[in-house]
């Protein structure tokens, strides 16, 4: 029974659009929820985080919202660059559990 | 800073062989973690140590798997027997705080099992 949900497991995106990454849980009671993007052959790199006391974190090109009542989280990348085609997952945990989605793998297309 | 580091990157072994995965995490950590990957599942917690300690091994899926971390700067991850379903790639990563905090992961581990 999956608690983290990444519905969509790919999504293109024209280069320079904005991409949205959505993210689904289902356990009130997570408290902190992060992104990772991965690269193949690669281990996944972190991405930006958001705390459940907050509605939305912003790093650059890069912003997290988080919306509790729904327990819904979505990455917003703008502009999307061609760097950024990789595999995303979001994560949502508590205390010591932390659970991460299956992905969504982001192409951009020039 | 050299990052987590892994050994072997790829292991490919028969079913009913033991294997260890080797995982050095970045030195000043204190939080060593072991995921698996794979595409039914996705990205699966499988322990969480903190200063050497398991917190949190719900995740091992079996009495075949075990994991030790000696010491501050290494940890391994045992099966024994193999199996083809646990083909995978292993992932070991460590942070300067719990899970709540960023995680830095090394390349994987790439395990077939035949």
């Known amino acids: 029974d999956q608690q983290v949900k990444q519905n969509s497991p790919s999504l293109s995106v024209q280069e320079g659009r904005i991409s949205i990454l959505n993210c689904d849980y289902t356990?009130?009671?997570?408290?902190?929820f992060l992104w990772y993007k991965k690269y193949p052959a690669e281990g996944p790199t972190f991405l930006i985080s958001?705390?459940?006391?907050?509605d939305k974190n912003e790093d650059g090109r890069f912003t997290v919202f988080l919306n509790k009542s729904a327990k819904h989280l979505s990455l917003h990348i703008v502009p999307s660059q061609p760097g950024d085609s990789a595999v995303y997952f979001c994560?949502?945990?508590?205390?010591?559990?932390?659970?991460f989605g299956k992905g969504t793998r982001l192409h951009i297309l020039p | 800073d050299a990052g987590v580091i892994q050994s072997p990157r790829h292991e490919v072994t028969e079913m009913g062989q033991e294997v260890t995965l080797r995982c050095k995490p970045i030195?000043?950590?204190?939080?060593l973690f072991w995921y698996r990957q794979t595409m039914m599942r996705g990205l699966e917690l499988l322990i969480y140590?903190?200063?050497?300690?398991?917190?949190?091994d719900s995740g091992m899926p079996e009495d075949r798997f075990s994991a030790k971390m000696p010491n501050a700067s290494f940890s391994t991850l045992k099966i024994q027997p193999s199996e083809p379903r646990d083909s995978a790639v292993y992932f070991c990563?460590?942070?300067?705080?719990?899970?709540?905090?960023?995680?830095?992961f090394g390349p994987g581990t790439r395990l077939t099992v035949t």
């Open positions: 990563a460590s942070s300067s705080g719990g899970p709540a905090y960023e995680q830095y």
């Open positions: 356990n009130s009671m997570f408290d902190y």
């Open positions: 958001i705390s459940s006391i907050k």
């Open positions: 994560a949502a945990g508590m205390d010591d559990k932390i659970i």
């Open positions: 030195s000043g950590h204190n939080s």
């Open positions: 140590f903190n200063n050497n300690v398991p917190i949190d």
